[in-house]
């Protein structure tokens, strides 16, 4: 089946750096993959879609300029958390679809970012 | 996508049938029925999903309502490997992102 990678599943920065998160398709090509972030004991919340050669899009209260999402290959999508802060610290999972929707979408593992 | 309400919680003793029901009332006829489960940590994996037929799966069946206002979703013989957050989502078919709920909390017991 589909399979999404997601790196790192687990970071630690200081405020005021900037971190980078992977997600890969490992054996389709996803023309479409979604962000989501997870506080604790809460439900996902979609933060961006982004289309592999376009810009992304952003829900609303999600700033464009501080969560950088780039989708330059159909396998290849990365979310930088710009200038961190303790409260971006939350759970970031991401999602890729294959065009498939009879299947619906697979997600990567997560990641797990702490800002201290 | 239509709204749907579930449980916040069910528990279920191990090698028992789990049965997590989900309204949605205000589904409309091109809309789908999907279930998906987050253990802990993790992210969500894709259980089954149907239209208005039963449907079932290694992992599970789905049971939707003649009117399709509601689902169960059944796992036959749960283990504790089974507890998890389970969604239920509505959506069209070529729709975008997936809007989660707060969705049920099982927790199967030894």
């Known amino acids: 089946g589909a399979v999404v990678s997601q790196h790192p599943s687990r970071v630690i920065c200081k405020s005021g750096t900037s971190v980078k998160i992977e997600c890969r398709s490992l054996?389709?090509?996803?023309?479409?993959m979604f962000w989501y972030r997870q506080f604790p004991k809460k439900s996902l919340m979609l933060m961006a879609t982004s289309n592999e050669g376009s810009k992304a899009t952003y829900e609303q209260g999600v700033e464009k300029d501080k969560f950088l999402i780039n989708h330059a290959s159909l396998t290849l999508s990365t979310l930088t958390v710009t200038s961190a802060h303790p409260e971006d610290s939350s759970f970031y999972i991401c999602?890729?679809?294959?065009?498939?929707?009879?299947?619906?979408?697979?997600f990567g593992s997560g990641t797990r970012l702490t800002v201290v | 996508d239509a709204k749907t309400t579930q449980p916040p919680s069910m528990d279920c003793a191990e090698g028992r049938a789990a049965n997590l029901p989900c309204n949605h009332s205000?589904?409309?006829?091109?809309?789908?029925v999907y279930w998906y489960r987050q253990i802990h940590s993790q992210g969500p994996q894709y259980i089954i999903h149907g239209l208005k037929n039963n449907e079932t799966n290694e992992m599970a069946s789905l049971i939707i309502t003649e009117d399709r206002k509601s689902s169960t979703l059944i796992l036959p013989h749960a283990t504790l490997r089974d507890t998890a957050v389970y969604y239920c989502?509505?959506?069209?078919?070529?729709?975008?992102?997936?809007?989660f709920g707060k969705g049920t909390s099982l927790l199967v017991t030894p």
């Open positions: 205000t589904i409309s006829g091109n809309e789908y």
């Open positions: 054996d389709f090509q996803a023309t479409t």
């Open positions: 999602s890729a679809s294959t065009g498939e929707y009879d299947y619906g979408y697979t």
């Open positions: 989502i509505v959506r069209t078919r070529s729709g975008y992102a997936l809007n």
